[in-house]
């Protein structure tokens, strides 16, 4: 099953990559505000769930740009085929393909697929995970102070940009630093392999977080919601880090 995942992703990244690479005009259209969608995210999960769809096609899926089908299947596809849609129009280089297979709602596999630096990132529960065929593990980082932090503004909620100020104004004072890429997924993949030693983002996704956090469980870091609890793929409010970074990121948050 992950090996499809892979067979997919590297399918969807072939495909955001000759997008990228051939200056065809990008179609943009706006979801909601901040939120934008093209003709490459299209292409890609179309891919996507076809090569899913031949190898099992009685699984379900909750896909970014097609919605959700098969509700009650036992193995569900949770997709988004270019995370970091905003950073892809412009050029800026720091997207990804983000695949995660829940089974029995639990998750049991992911992969994310950088295709600017071909850096694939897989994960199957208590197997570990790996960039490229290595294993990796989460930094040894264990003090806020020392920590690089990553995160993402809640452009989907700017309703909650108060309570994410704050936020952002506390990790500025007790972090090393923090950094704002663009694409949860990523920034997810990275504290899984030690870029990143922490992360925290309001208002995401299940797409945008599926994948990376297994991959950071299976890296030997911890994820949550915002009380350190296990609903942050229903509450999209998201906080991981490495075993003593994510106590301090959880009551540098309260």
């Known amino acids: 099953m992950l090996n499809i995942a892979v067979r997919a992703a590297r399918r969807a990244g072939s495909i955001i990559n000759r997008a990228a690479l051939g200056g065809?005009?990008?179609?943009?259209?706006?979801?909601?505000?901040?939120?934008?969608?093209?003709?490459?995210?299209?292409?890609?999960?179309?891919?996507?769930?076809?090569?899913?769809?031949?190898?099992?096609?009685?699984?379900?899926?909750?896909?970014?740009?097609?919605?959700?089908?098969?509700?009650?299947?036992?193995?569900?596809?949770?997709?988004?085929?270019?995370?970091?849609?905003?950073?892809?129009?412009?050029?800026?280089?720091?997207?990804?393909?983000?695949?995660?297979?829940?089974?029995?709602?639990?998750?049991?596999?992911?992969v994310?697929?950088?295709?600017?630096?071909?850096?694939?990132?897989?994960?199957?529960?208590?197997?570990?995970?790996?960039?490229?065929?290595?294993?990796?593990?989460?930094?040894k980082c264990v003090r806020l102070q020392d920590a690089l932090v990553g995160t993402g503004f809640p452009f989907k909620e700017v309703s909650r940009l108060d309570l994410y100020t704050k936020q952002l104004a506390r990790f500025m004072q007790t972090a090393a630093g923090v950094r704002r890429a663009g694409a949860a997924s990523l920034d997810l993949a990275y504290v899984a392999c030690g870029r990143l030693d922490a992360f925290w983002e309001l208002g995401l996704s299940p797409w945008d977080m599926a994948a990376g956090a297994l991959l950071i469980q299976e890296a030997g870091g911890l994820v949550g919601d915002l009380e350190g609890e296990s609903g942050f793929m229903a509450s999209g409010d998201i906080c991981a880090g490495t075993p003593k970074v994510f106590p301090a990121m959880l009551e540098a948050l309260k």
């Open 24 to 110: 065809d005009a990008l179609v943009v259209k706006t979801k909601r505000a901040n939120d934008f969608v093209t003709q490459v995210d299209r292409a890609a999960e179309e891919a996507i769930i076809e090569i899913v769809r031949k190898a099992y096609p009685d699984h379900g899926f909750i896909a970014e740009e097609s919605g959700t089908t098969a509700e009650q299947a036992e193995y569900r596809w949770i997709i988004d085929p270019l995370d970091g849609t905003t950073n892809f129009i412009h050029g800026f280089p720091q997207y990804a393909v983000s695949i995660g297979i829940e089974h029995r709602g639990a998750l049991a596999h992911a």
């Open 112 to 139: 994310i697929y950088d295709p600017i630096k071909n850096e694939l990132f897989t994960a199957s529960k208590g197997r570990g995970a790996f960039l490229n065929d290595r294993r990796v593990r989460v930094s």
